[in-house]
């Protein structure tokens, strides 16, 4: 891997606060989450190779973030924002901000990240590149009429990621159930719904790095495995990301390698590289994948910019490939160096 230190290089490590936008779950949750931690460990491993590093928040006046970005006058912002104005629907306009300001930055650009943050638009083009994925319907409102999906069916929220809205209620057995978890949906997290096939066999995902040019093809991360020890557990929930005093918490848990066989892992690679390409992927990203009880494996999303803090899935590939954390961040630091102002 071609990493470059960046010695002196002046990075920007902005961030949104997943905390303030959390205010209605557990208090320790929202500390788990906030990418606070993510942006100190990202600044510590630039300073580490001797980049000029400081977190900066992106807070409710976008005019004071810009005032603030010409002041500092950073050659590259390390883009760790989530959730500009406290919505996750809007983390595409903040690299679009760098953009107009001609500033680098690291991940994925607002086309990648405004698709793939809706599940609907994402499972639609997957399915018009011949890239496998359940069959889905959308709800905008309650459903009048079978969905004409076989049941059991998952219940998402159409535009929402680190699993929220996402519980083992979310697997409905019938059309009461599916017609309760819209309802739910709407009413707590004001969202329309993804329903989809619900696809029971083994979870995998895979990490990616890589811009996709010719100086930097994309190149994918060993694959993980999250495993179900306890059958009673059907989906990984949003309790069993963040919530440590949840039974799920410790009864679904990653492995990484996947412990498969060469043909799934060739297939989670390739199928991985294929997203990639079709998405316009920078940066790094993650593919969660689904298998039924055939092997046949199923992309569930496409996750641009995934969780890059010390203990998350991405890092956890990273290693099993050989590469340190701090290695990491500076690869994906240089990768955002390479595209320039884009």
Same mark, same amino acid.
């Given at each position: 891997?071609?990493?470059?230190?960046?010695?002196?290089?002046?990075?920007?490590?902005?961030?949104?606060?997943?905390?303030?936008?959390?205010?209605?779950?557990?208090?320790?949750?929202?500390?788990?989450?906030?990418?606070?931690?993510?942006?100190?460990?990202?600044?510590?491993?630039?300073?580490?190779?001797?980049?000029?590093?400081?977190?900066?928040?992106?807070?409710?006046?976008?005019?004071?973030?810009?005032?603030?970005?010409?002041?500092?006058?950073?050659?590259?912002?390390?883009?760790?924002?989530?959730?500009?104005?406290?919505?996750?629907?809007?983390?595409?306009?903040?690299?679009?901000?760098?953009?107009?300001?001609?500033?680098?930055?690291?991940?994925?650009?607002?086309?990648?990240?405004?698709?793939?943050?809706?599940?609907?638009?994402?499972?639609?083009?997957?399915?018009?590149?011949?890239?496998?994925?359940?069959?889905?319907?959308?709800?905008?409102?309650?459903?009048?009429?079978?969905?004409?999906?076989?049941? +059991?069916?998952?219940?998402?929220?159409?535009?929402?990621?680190?699993?929220?809205?996402?519980?083992?209620?979310?697997?409905?057995?019938?059309?009461?159930?599916?017609?309760?978890?819209?309802?739910?949906?709407?009413?707590?997290?004001?969202?329309?719904?993804?329903?989809?096939?619900?696809?029971?066999?083994?979870?995998?995902?895979?990490?990616?790095?890589?811009?996709?040019?010719?100086?930097?093809?994309?190149?994918?991360?060993?694959?993980?495995?999250?495993?179900?020890?306890? +059958?009673?557990?059907?989906?990984?929930?949003?309790?069993?990301?963040?919530?440590?005093?949840?039974?799920?918490?410790?009864?679904?848990?990653?492995?990484?390698?996947?412990?498969?066989?060469?043909?799934?892992?060739?297939?989670?690679?390739?199928?991985?590289?294929?997203?990639?390409?079709?998405?316009?992927?920078?940066?790094?990203?993650?593919?969660?994948?689904?298998?039924?009880?055939?092997?046949?494996?199923?992309?569930?999303?496409?996750?641009?910019?995934?969780?890059?803090?010390?203990?998350?899935?991405?890092?956890?590939?990273?290693?099993?490939?050989?590469? +340190?954390?701090?290695?990491?961040?500076?690869?994906?630091?240089?990768?955002?160096?390479?595209?320039?102002?884009?």
């Amino acid at each position: 891997m071609n990493v470059v230190a960046a010695v002196r290089t002046r990075v920007a490590v902005l961030y949104t606060s997943v905390f303030e936008a959390t205010r209605d779950v557990k208090e320790e949750i929202r500390e788990d989450m906030d990418l606070a931690i993510s942006a100190r460990a990202v600044a510590e491993a630039l300073r580490s190779a001797g980049s000029d590093a400081w977190t900066h928040t992106f807070g409710k006046d976008a005019a004071e973030l810009i005032k603030g970005l010409r002041s500092s006058a950073p050659d590259v912002v390390f883009n760790l924002s989530e959730c500009p104005h406290l919505s996750p629907e809007k983390e595409l306009h903040a690299c679009a901000l760098f953009e107009l300001l001609r500033i680098p930055y690291t991940g994925n650009g607002p086309l990648t990240l405004g698709i793939c943050n809706s599940k609907s638009l994402t499972k639609q083009i997957l399915a018009a590149n011949g890239i496998p994925t359940p069959r889905f319907r959308l709800y905008r409102t309650l459903p009048e009429e079978e969905p004409g999906l076989p049941y +059991p069916l998952v219940v998402k929220p159409a535009n929402e990621d680190g699993s929220a809205g996402i519980t083992e209620d979310s697997v409905v057995p019938d059309r009461a159930g599916l017609r309760r978890q819209v309802k739910w949906l709407k009413d707590v997290l004001h969202q329309d719904s993804l329903v989809e096939e619900f696809v029971g066999g083994r979870e995998y995902n895979v990490g990616l790095l890589g811009n996709g040019t010719a100086a930097d093809p994309y190149r994918s991360l060993p694959p993980a495995e999250l495993v179900y020890r306890n +059958p009673r557990w059907r989906l990984c929930t949003y309790e069993s990301k963040w919530d440590s005093t949840h039974p799920s918490y410790a009864e679904i848990a990653p492995v990484c390698p996947a412990q498969a066989s060469p043909e799934t892992l060739r297939r989670l690679s390739e199928i991985t590289l294929q997203c990639a390409r079709i998405f316009r992927l920078s940066g790094y990203a993650r593919v969660d994948f689904r298998s039924n009880e055939r092997g046949e494996l199923f992309v569930l999303e496409v996750n641009p910019n995934p969780d890059i803090s010390p203990d998350a899935g991405m890092p956890r590939a990273a290693r099993a490939a050989g590469i +340190p954390y701090e290695e990491m961040i500076r690869e994906i630091l240089r990768l955002g160096l390479a595209l320039g102002a884009r």
